[in-house]
Structures are given as structure tokens and as C-alpha cells.
């Protein structure tokens, strides 16, 4: 999915009700109206072994985290650019010795936040296999 603007609907409000998105074209079944990126995402503790802990491109062979060897990556460019979020985690796995389950790290992701841009609020946590 891709990450697009909301440019085929409006924002309008509706006294008494608050704000609604009101579409400027026809939109057909299972057509993406908007994307946005995700608040926080993890992957499932089914899956920690089989997809890019960046990416969540499923991969036969992934490189593994050489310090917690919990975080599994397609490649050297998801593992760096998960560093900057995975240090505070992978020390707590290394300190404590054990992986906290996927609700858990998914909290930590929501409150943890020294990532830029990324609002610090709580929501529902959403699978991605019914995207
Ligand atoms: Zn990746
Ligand atoms: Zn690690």
C-alpha cells in the first residue's frame, strides 16, 4: 500500500456531529481512498523468525540482531534504519533476557517515542495481514 494523499476527499463539519471526509470521486470496492504511515508496528511473535523486523517483507534468509538475536532483517540498510528505535529494546532484551510478547514492544513503540513526527497516542493495534 502506498502512502498517498487525501487528495480525492474533503474534510467537512456537520453541526452537532464534528468532522466527516465527504468523497470528491467514485470510488469503487476495495479502492484505497487515503494511507497514512503507522503510529507504531511490530511484528507478531508468530513471525519474529520469518519477516524483516523493518520492512516485514517475508525473506527466507534474514540477518539476525548479533547482540539480542531477536530482531531479524532483509538487509543491512532495514537493520540500520531500525536502529535508531531498536537500541532501547534490544539492550532491554540483552538486560532482562527474555522478549516481551507483541502487545507489549507495540506500547512501547506508542509511548517509547523519541521518533520524530511520530504523535504519541495510543491506538488499536491492527493487523497487517487484513491490509
Ligand atoms: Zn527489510
Ligand atoms: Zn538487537
Redesign the pocket.
Known amino acids: 500500500m502506498t502512502i498517498a494523499g487525501m487528495e480525492n476527499v474533503e474534510v467537512f463539519t456537520s453541526e452537532g456531529k464534528g468532522r466527516g471526509l465527504k468523497a470528491t470521486k467514485e470510488f469503487w470496492a476495495a479502492d484505497v481512498i487515503f494511507a497514512e504511515r503507522a503510529y507504531s508496528a511490530v511484528v507478531f511473535d508468530s513471525l519474529v523468525n520469518f519477516v524483516c523486523h523493518t520492512c516485514f517483507k517475508r525473506q527466507e534468509k534474514l540477518h539476525r ?1 548479533g ?2 538475536k ?2 531479524h532483517y532483509c538487509d543491512r540498510t532495514c537493520q540500520k534504519d531500525a536502529w535508531v528505535n ?1 537500541k532501547n529494546e ?1 539492550s532491554a ?1 540483552k538486560r532482562h533476557g527474555k522478549v516481551p510478547s507483541e502487545n507489549v514492544r507495540s506500547e512501547r513503540g506508542l509511548w517509547g517515542g523519541d521518533c520524530e513526527g511520530i504523535p504519541k497516542a495510543r491506538g488499536p493495534l491492527v493487523s497487517t495481514e487484513l491490509i
Open positions: 540482531c547482540q539480542c531477536f530482531a531498536h534490544c532484551i
